[in-house]
């Protein structure tokens, strides 16, 4: 009977993968959307993927002193608990000291706001990136700045209405969002001016699981609005 018990609770415990991509083709994964429409747009960009990474060089924008921006969304329904996953990598090295860009990974609610994010952001020319996080209203700012070259994995845990951020296993924010979250989104921005420039930023691999209890909640609940229930 415990044994039983204790199956039953692992079973109910137990985690479904709502999204996993490694980038170990050649080619982006048809499932991912990419936006150069999205505010502040882009005109283009240089990407490859290849040796399991989503790899960018450039992104080109339309005008002088501003941010331009490349999405790469996906759909991923995730109402209640989740855990987002994704190992990121920045080099700035080669445009020392005046790469100005930011990598992104964000989970947008269905009202196509971004419910979290956490990045790499590096918008001075003549400084390293800091860490940058934020979920709902609430943000953080690192004061330390990272080295011109890195990697990191970073996650996007929710349990209940709390939305916790963590770079390397460090937990860097705290927050409350309770809205469904709709989609994956990973963002590459540059900013044009002259002596400023795009060094690289890619993303290794992004995961997000999420208890099988919420996603079966979650279906049984779209299938009775279905009927009107």
């Known amino acids: 009977m415990v044994v039983g018990m204790l199956l039953l609770c692992w079973q109910c415990s137990a985690d479904v993968t709502l999204l996993n991509d490694d980038f170990d083709g050649v080619a982006l994964d048809?499932?991912?959307?990419?936006?150069?429409?999205l505010a502040p747009p882009a005109s283009g960009w240089d990407y490859e993927v290849a040796s399991g990474s989503l790899r960018v060089t450039d992104v080109q924008g339309y005008e002088q002193e501003t941010w331009s921006s490349v999405h790469v969304r996906r759909e991923c329904r995730a109402p209640g608990d989740f855990d987002l996953s994704c190992g990121i990598f920045w080099d700035s090295i080669n445009s020392n000291p005046g790469a100005m860009q930011h990598l992104r990974v964000a989970l947008i609610d269905t009202a196509g706001s971004e419910a979290a994010l956490v990045m790499h952001y590096d918008c001075w020319a003549t400084q390293h990136g800091v860490r940058y996080a934020s979920?709902?209203?609430?943000?953080?700012?690192?004061?330390?700045h990272l080295p011109y070259?890195?990697?990191?994995?970073?996650?996007?845990?929710?349990?209940?209405d709390?939305?916790?951020v963590y770079w390397d296993g460090e937990m860097i924010l705290s927050g409350t969002e309770g809205a469904e979250v709709d989609s994956v989104d990973l963002s590459f921005w540059r900013y044009l001016r002259p002596g400023a420039y795009f060094g690289t930023e890619s993303v290794d691999y992004v995961t997000v699981t999420a208890p099988e209890t919420a996603v079966e909640s979650a279906s049984w609940s779209r299938i009775k609005a279905m009927f009107g229930r």
């Open 30 to 37: 048809p499932a991912w959307d990419v936006r150069l429409d």
């Open 149 to 160: 070259i890195g990697t990191a994995v970073v996650r996007i845990e929710r349990l209940g």
């Open 162 to 164: 709390t939305v916790s």
């Open 135 to 144: 979920v709902g209203s609430t943000q953080f700012q690192d004061s330390a």
